[in-house]
């Protein structure tokens, strides 16, 4: 696939529904329209946000398979010299907290310099900000870089809550740690 062959419809935090539907009927006119294969030919993947398809498979060889035993959150954490640990998680379906406290359990004594991700705390989850908000203090991040799917009610009561920590993310920012 070359840039520019693929469109991106973007249906978060819903499920397939008539007005998506609707979305990609007129997706595959304008692909069609541009010289690209938007018919029966072509192919439309959806994957569904809430419950990221991608966070219960594995890699294995050029494929993907399903593994029924990860149900927890992925997470990438990066030693910055002179700094502490950069933590870049996924959407934090399950919990933030949870991200830094298995964080705190596998790199002890290391500080967490920044946690950067979806903290997956908006529409269902928002009953849990505070809480949520409250439990952060006892990691001392020094930067917290929320993004997409962490909604806005969270950024605000983190704002409220740690100041110029906070500086919620967004695509083709550059952070300088």
Not at 8 to 29: F, H, T, W, Y
Not at 110 to 132: C, K, M
Not at 159 to 170: W, Y
Request: proline fraction near 5%; glycine fraction near 12%; charged fraction near 20%.
């Amino acid at each position: 696939m070359e840039p520019g062959e693929a469109a991106v419809l973007r249906n978060v935090g819903d499920r397939v529904n008539p007005a998506a539907i609707e979305m990609i009927k007129l997706l595959q006119s304008v692909t069609q329209a541009a010289g690209g294969r938007g018919g029966p030919e072509g192919n439309i993947i959806v994957l569904h946000h809430t419950d990221c398809g991608i966070k219960h498979c594995h890699q294995q060889g050029d494929g993907w398979e399903l593994d029924p035993l990860i149900t927890d959150e992925r997470y990438l954490a990066v030693n910055v010299r002179g700094k502490g640990l950069v933590v870049f998680s996924a959407c934090s379906h399950a919990g933030v907290v949870n991200v830094l406290h298995e964080v705190r359990r596998r790199f002890p004594g290391i500080p967490i310099h920044a946690l950067i991700g979806g903290y997956h705390l908006s529409g269902g989850s928002e009953a849990v900000i505070d809480e949520t908000v409250a439990d952060f203090a006892q990691f001392a991040v020094d930067l917290i870089l929320p993004g997409h799917c962490t909604g806005w009610r969270t950024v605000n009561a983190l704002e409220r809550a740690f100041g110029p920590k906070v500086v919620p993310i967004a695509v083709g920012m550059r952070i300088d740690l």
